[in-house]
């Protein structure tokens, strides 16, 4: 078994494995380097537990084209929520965009959610990210948290990887939400080290109320034994990460870390390459 096992994030259904390793595992070996750090981790040491695959619907190839998705797809609730919560995170990051206001609110769902990814389309967050990819990303997190047949084989691609010598898990995004259920439900594993990077697992409600386990008297069960330290890392401007002091949610324990990710806030990479990134990982290989 690995003695890192990485669980990616929203929208890399058109990935895999290996494509995923080949841009983790560089930028994972300079965060240990810039904690000073042992930066020789053998690629042996390194699995990635993909799941995008589950996204793709039945028979697609996976250079197949997806289906064209527009604003019509945002479904009022869950999904329309979130996007607005979104809107309003990079309105407050990011002074090029307008901020949501009382009449976009009142002027009904397809109103909004309109202005919502016209407004969205401005944030150098989301430069590049085409509509499309922006309502798939945003349904893909909704689909992970209401079909539970997707939900138990995205944490079972992790609790695969995870035996007697993986030591550290790191997830990003949404790979976060999966990786912390997986650990819940896996009694007894000797993971030392569990980072979160980019993570939306602070977003009440919406996510962490959904949480398996269902969290007690607001809040959340710690994602293994007592010796296992946790570690979160959020960009200030990462929209995904809306959270970024986990603490409320799953106790002082955690350690809450901001870092600088430039105009990619949400970027994985980035996130690896940080020094604070690359000490969790040092924790976790002793």
Not at 55 to 80: A, C, K, M, N
Not at 119 to 141: H, N, Y
Request: glycine share 10%; hydrophobic share 45%.
């Amino acid at each position: 078994m690995a003695r890192i096992v990485c669980v990616h994030g929203v929208g890399k259904q058109q990935a895999g494995e290996q494509t995923l390793l080949g841009q983790w595992v560089p930028a994972l070996r300079d965060g240990l380097t810039r904690a000073g750090g042992r930066a020789r981790v053998a690629d042996t040491e390194v699995a990635m537990a993909f799941y995008g695959d589950l996204f793709l619907p039945p028979g697609q190839r996976l250079d197949g084209d997806e289906p064209h998705l527009g604003w019509w797809d945002v479904s009022p609730g869950w999904e329309t929520e979130l996007l607005m919560q979104w809107w309003s995170h990079a309105a407050a990051a990011e002074p090029q965009i307008v901020a949501p206001d009382a009449q976009n609110l009142l002027s009904g769902t397809s109103r909004t959610v309109q202005a919502a990814l016209l407004a969205l389309s401005q944030s150098r967050f989301f430069a590049g990210l085409a509509e499309k990819a922006l309502i798939s990303d945003l349904k893909q997190t909704h689909r992970y948290l209401t079909d539970l047949e997707l939900r138990t084989r995205a944490r079972d691609r992790v609790r695969a990887l995870i035996g007697p010598d993986t030591s550290v898990v790191v997830a990003h995004s949404l790979g976060s939400v999966v990786a912390y259920e997986a650990l819940c439900a896996q009694a007894g594993h000797s993971v030392r080290s569990f980072v979160t990077l980019g993570s939306p697992l602070g977003i009440r409600n919406l996510i962490f109320d959904r949480m398996d386990p269902v969290p007690v008297s607001g809040i959340g069960a710690w994602p293994g034994p007592f010796s296992t330290t946790w570690t979160n890392v959020a960009d200030a401007r990462d929209v995904v990460a809306l959270v970024k002091d986990l603490r409320p949610c799953f106790g002082p324990r955690i350690v809450c870390h901001l870092v600088a990710n430039g105009s990619q806030a949400h970027d994985a990479t980035h996130y690896l390459t940080k020094e604070v990134t690359g000490a969790a990982l040092a924790i976790g290989l002793g």
